[in-house]
């Protein structure tokens, strides 16, 4: 009775059409789970049903269902998808695909720059005797990262992804070498940025007006971004050295003072060249990477970096001195300066012997007590017995030498297989005679008057001199036998560019190693004197590393496959569309007659289904499917892929 009041009450209310909100009428809402299952649910087919009133699509809710029972309906979804797995599954034609993709990507995109680098393993090509300790150097040239400056022509998204590509090539080349190699020194040489002339300063800018839209912040967000390529792999690299020193017998490995990063010596690029230069660019460059005119002891071998695009502003008439005078002037000290350099470096290596002068630090200490210091100082050094160190010059522009001179069988290029005598706008691919043969002529000068201020032993003179240089992005090895009144034989190799948007479809970079003792252990230390260079060895090999060709990878290796993967995918949707037409025709034919012919049925056209190429059920509708599914794993693996 009082069931039937209540309905009644309930139905004669003015709002019975609004729900009740007494307690009656609560609904439980649906668990974390059950909406997990009826997400899962969707994706997944309804399962037969045995009548027609409880046939219904998974997909959407059921609003006579309760919540329990729209539980138990996904489960038992589940749990029939989940039955009728099998492992054939895995060997679809997409999941294949899928997997072929991830194979060739990781090869093409990581194992072969570890290939390429483990090739050129330092115990496989240097021939020192059983018991040395080399000092390992690398030199990387042309890196010029890819900016506006490089292609001003090229559309987006093309030129994106130039930019995103080569900073990958670039990234993982120098994270392998400096992990795989683990070199004691690295030293670039120019031309680390591509547009760095050309990027504003506060008190200067480009002359082309279409680069003078690129200011200060620009070449800052430039600087970041090869301090993030090159910097950061050498600052993990020698951090993972440290933790590694003294396990397997490579201790040289933690050495703190003997790992080197030099990347100052700047190219046409990163200033301009000669007149081209302005001054403020310049000092921008040399506040962020240091001066271009420097000299560093690395393994007991001078190396002398001489800024040559600011030099070879000497001989233009009509330039300002201020481009030229400090490189000159550089040259002209270089005798004291690498006297400097030698004491500093002989100190760390033996103290006892080369003692170092300290200054007094006492109140009441004149001016005059600090020049006698000084002079006592220079007294003491002047009468060292200096070893003689093979002199090594870094340069950016090759030195001068005959037209088509060959390079050796190096090089990429083969027609014509040598430097070309070319001048243009900011570039000049050699130096000019005179300041090649001045080059020449402060170098060769060292060794001769290094030690003939002594009054100790002195060493015999020498005229050890190489030659690095980079700009042509080419291999190029060339011996020079005589500049003006110099003969001697100075070999030179044009390191080839790290880079492969330079022009060339195998980089490269140049591994030096150097082997120079000072004090053996069947010598007193009084006589410090190579021993390398008293038995007449020499005391450096070269070996080239090649790294992959990435657009061989491209063209010969994902171009191929992915033509591949499309007609596999349109021949597989052909055939399971006939399939499907065959089923379909075959379900469709009458039993009960005989006198029904195939003819007949399918000149009728009720029961042979026909499909378009783009229709509903057309091949090309399942194959743009399955590609796209296909597309977008390949691409998340190939995301991560960039990551690493």
Known sequence: MMKSYHRHATSSHPSSHIHSSSRDHFIQPPSLIDRSLNYLDRKLPSPPSSSDDETYNYGLPRPSLSSSRKSHHHHNALRLRLSQWRWRHLFTLPVLLTLTWFVVLYWGERQVFVSSIRACNWSQWESWPADATPHHVILVADPQLVDPHTYPGRPWPLSSLTVRHTDLYLRRSFDGLTRLLCPDTVVFLGDLFDGGREWATDKSRSPESRWQKYGKAYWMKEYVRWGRIFVRPWSRAAAAATTAAGREGRQKRGRGRGRKFIAALPGNHDLGFASGIQVPVRKRFHAFFGEGNRVDIVGNHTFVSVDTVSLSAMDQEGTDEELWRPTRDFLDELQTIRKRAMVNELISQDPKTYQRIKYPHRPGLTARDLEGVQTQRRTQQDQLALPTLPTILLSHIPLYRAPETSCGVDREHRNPDSILIHKGYQYQNVLTPQISELLVDKLTNLSSSSSSSGTTKETPPTTTLRVFSGDDHDYCSVTHTSYGHHHHTIPEITVKSISWAMGIRKPGFEMVSLWNPLFPQTRTQDQAVSAAQQQQQDTVQTHLCLLPDQL?????????????????????????????????????????????????????????????????????????????????????????????
């Open 552 to 644: 061989r990878i491209f063209l010969r290796v994902y171009a191929p496959l992915l033509v591949c993967s499309v007609l596999a995918v349109l021949l597989r949707s052909c055939w399971r569309v006939r399939a499907t037409a065959a089923a379909a025709v075959a379900a469709r034919l009458p039993t009960t007659t005989t006198t029904t012919t195939r003819a007949s049925l399918v000149g009728g056209g009720d029961l042979r289904p026909r499909h378009r190429l783009f229709g509903r059920d057309g091949p090309l509708r399942d194959a743009g499917s399955t590609l796209a599914y296909v597309a977008l794993a390949v691409a998340a693996w190939y995301v991560w892929l960039w990551r690493l």
